[in-house]
């Protein structure tokens, strides 16, 4: 199965900018949606933050529109997340996941910490 690995996450002051990258093991079948999520806190939900779909259509949730742009290359098989503007509250664990833009995705990331200090 292939492996997702994140990378780029880091501390950062607010109003910074940090880019995080996800890498696959292996070819990433062209129909999935690929998305990042995030868990603000341990035992707190992980909640979407953007997905891109096989067309390169992109959604957001609406505490990053505007701030956060999500990115694929399909040659390299990596999905990208560019995220300016940061807030403190956008401080978690953030994942990359895949999958079919139908059913939750069971491509996962171990995740990587972004920390934004006020």
């Known amino acids: 199965q292939v492996q997702l690995a994140e990378s780029g996450g880091g501390s950062v002051q607010a109003g910074g900018s940090l880019r995080l990258s996800c890498a696959a093991s292996g070819h990433i079948d062209s129909t999935y949606c690929m998305g990042w999520f995030r868990r603000q806190a341990p035992g707190k939900k992980r909640e979407g933050v953007a997905?891109?779909?096989?067309?390169?259509?992109?959604v957001y949730a609406d505490s990053v529109k505007g701030r956060f742009t999500i990115s694929k290359d399909n040659a390299k098989n990596t999905l990208n997340l560019q995220m300016d503007g940061l807030k403190p509250e956008d401080t978690a664990m953030y994942y990359c996941?895949?999958?079919?833009?139908?059913?939750?995705?069971?491509?996962w990331g171990q995740g990587t910490q972004v920390t934004v200090s006020s």
């Open positions: 996941g895949g999958g079919s833009c139908y059913a939750e995705y069971h491509l």
């Open positions: 997905a891109i779909d096989s067309d390169g259509r992109t």
